[in-house]
């Protein structure tokens, strides 16, 4: 996909659940790369009949994904470690819970009625979800990234794939690869990015980079995605 075809915003958000949402529209039907992400999303595509709500759990690889001309999509990240009660991340690696919206403004979840957000004020679908107690956030990153240095090996470990859903060594890669995309985007170069993130040499970090991203470190410039 040209980039001139697709509009894409992105912000991030002052709430303690998210961090950030993006939304995005095409001019023409085509197909985009989306990045391995560890976050708990929830997505909601404007679709001819109505708009779809999906329950996105934490992604340890690149997919291919179908956009749609004329209908857009919008995403709430939550920050690490916060998921959905009754979605678990662990039983969701990889995979999605598509939810029956059943009205053009409003979708059910929990036995809830709730209203689909506006990408300027999507911070008031999450908190009510939080006053509704549908929110788990047991601990924040980072505190897990503190509890390394004073849990056991085997009990950091069991905290990490309660809380975020992979191993502690998967949660490392996934957070290296995404902190060169955010130097990659600052046009920081990239024998510098593979050094300071202690890859073994640029070639490596390409490799890294295709892994997660499905993207060479170059092709990352041309996407829209920040995170």
């Known amino acids: 996909m040209h980039n001139t075809d697709l509009i894409?915003?992105?912000?991030k958000s002052d709430s303690n659940f998210i961090d950030s949402i993006w939304r995005c529209t095409t001019s023409i039907t085509a197909t985009r790369t989306a990045l391995a992400d560890l976050c708990v999303s929830i997505v909601f595509i404007q679709e001819e009949k109505g708009i779809k709500v999906i329950l996105r759990g934490p992604e340890t690889k690149p997919r291919t994904e179908l956009l749609v001309a004329g209908w857009p999509h919008m995403a709430i990240r939550l920050r690490l470690g916060v998921s959905l009660k009754g979605f678990p991340t662990q039983d969701y690696i990889n995979?999605?819970?598509?939810?029956s919206a059943g009205t053009t403004s409003s979708f059910l979840f929990n036995n809830a009625r709730?209203?689909?957000?506006?990408?300027?004020?999507?911070?008031?679908?999450?908190?009510?979800?939080?006053?509704?107690?549908f929110i788990s956030h047991e601990i924040s990153y980072e505190a897990i990234t503190q509890a390394a240095q004073t849990l056991s090996p085997r009990n950091y470990a069991q905290l990490v794939k309660r809380t975020i859903g992979v191993s502690p060594y998967s949660l490392y890669?996934?957070?290296?690869?995404?902190?060169a995309l955010r130097l990659i985007k600052l046009g920081v170069p990239l024998a510098a990015v593979a050094t300071d993130l202690d890859f073994v040499d640029q070639p490596h970090l390409t490799r890294i980079s295709k892994q997660f991203f499905g993207h060479t470190?170059?092709?990352?410039l041309s996407l829209p995605h920040t995170s």
């Open 173 to 179: 890669q996934n957070q290296r690869a995404h902190e």
């Open 217 to 220: 470190p170059k092709q990352l």
């Open 95 to 99: 995979r999605s819970l598509v939810i």
């Open 114 to 133: 709730l209203s689909f957000p506006d990408f300027g004020k999507a911070e008031q679908l999450i908190e009510q979800l939080d006053t509704l107690d």
């Open 8 to 11: 894409w915003r992105e912000r």
